[in-house]
């Protein structure tokens, strides 16, 4: 597939809080580098946050949303809601991704994508 942008790919690790090689400064840096790649292309973050986030929204709903944004269909659409079994807690590593994904646009594709009629989570 052609696509008229360029594809950057990163692969995350990020410790839990409770390790010794855990630093906050990782969570700057990776949204600093998101930040500069999105600007040159499209990007796919995949690997381990150690994050837990529930099912809760990675984007803001328009329910409730008194923000008006362009009149794009990228903006009139909400994504399919998460699913997950398994996952019912949040934790710091959590809150901070979800943050991040309601700043910068992104999308957690866990607990969004069907194989076999089954979703993960």
């Not at 600093?32 to 709903?61: C, K, Q, Y």
């Not at 903006?75 to 998460?82: A, F, H, I, Q």
């Amino acid at each position: 597939m052609k696509t008229v942008r360029d594809v950057y790919i990163c692969a995350v690790y990020i410790p839990p809080e409770t390790f010794k090689y855990f630093n906050h400064d990782l969570l700057e840096d990776l949204a600093e580098n998101i930040l500069s790649f999105s600007v040159m292309g499209h990007l796919i973050l995949m690997g381990d946050f150690n994050a837990r986030t529930a099912t809760e929204n990675d984007f803001v709903p328009q329910e409730g949303n008194t923000f008006v944004p362009l009149c794009t269909q990228k903006y009139l659409d909400e994504p399919k809601r998460r699913f997950s079994f398994l996952n019912n807690i949040i934790n710091n590593h959590g809150k901070w991704l979800l943050d991040l994904c309601r700043t910068l646009d992104l999308r957690i594709l866990n607990g969004r994508s069907e194989s076999k009629g089954t979703l993960f989570g």
